[in-house]
């Protein structure tokens, strides 16, 4: 166990709703990241946020959207969701060098 | 898209056997990492080797790393049934800010 919790573990949308996503990092991490990984693919890099800031972003629409809290949890909210957002997130937190602690997912299916 | 990629996508072997998987990346980097998931779970980090590193041990697993080629090779000893997962490899690239970039993975199974 890592200590990285993630809620909803599955959830099923409709095309066109919003989803937020919930992660509590592990005691002591100032830095989290979220990836999306589709089926029978590597993680993709969304963003990272260090100290409640966007720290970095990938090659994710603004409708991908996050935010830290001063307790360093974090959510992901995605807009207008599309069929191709159907993915596992996860989320990972980490002391800003080194590995990666990564929670069990969110499991998001967009019929 | 992704960085790096997986050699072979898919390996079985016998319990007891080693397994060698390969990646390739295409940028410069800070480090490389490999990652373990069970399917549909979060990822495990297993090892870490920094670009100044040629091979690192950890238990039954040994890392290369050549940056010349940009390549990386992740080997299992004496298998486990319980090896059996997806492996993947991740890059930390120069001036990324920490954003990892993961290859498509390796899926090995052990057979008992």
């Known amino acids: 166990e890592t200590g990285v919790t993630q809620s909803p573990t599955h959830l099923i949308k409709t095309r066109g709703q919003q989803v937020t996503l919930r992660c509590s990092s592990q005691s002591g991490h100032n830095t989290v990241s979220w990836y999306q990984q589709a089926l029978g693919q590597g993680p993709q890099f969304i963003f990272q946020y260090y100290r409640e800031e966007e720290n970095g972003r990938g090659n994710f629409p603004p409708r991908f959207s996050g935010l830290q809290f001063p307790n360093y949890s974090s959510e992901l909210n995605v807009n207008a969701l599309e069929l191709d957002d159907s993915a596992l997130y996860l989320c990972?937190?980490?002391?800003?060098?080194?590995?990666?602690?990564f929670g069990e997912g969110s499991r998001l299916t967009v019929l | 898209s992704q960085q790096g990629e997986e050699d072979p996508q898919a390996l079985s072997i016998q319990e007891g056997e080693n397994a060698t998987m390969n990646c390739s990346y295409k940028?410069?980097?800070?480090?490389l990492q490999w990652y373990r998931q069970n399917s549909g779970r979060g990822l495990v980090h297993l090892i870490l080797i920094r670009s100044n590193e040629r091979e690192k041990h950890s238990g039954r697993l040994r890392v290369t790393l050549d940056t010349s080629k940009k390549s990386s090779s992740l080997l299992i000893t004496a298998s486990r049934a319980a090896d059996t997962a997806s492996y993947f490899c991740?890059?930390?690239?120069?001036?990324?800010?920490?954003?990892?970039?993961f290859g498509s993975g390796t899926q090995l199974t052990v057979l008992p």
């Open positions: 991740a890059t930390d690239r120069s001036g990324s800010a920490r954003q990892l970039t």
């Open positions: 940028t410069s980097i800070n480090n």
């Open positions: 990972a937190s980490s002391s800003g060098v080194g590995e990666l602690f």
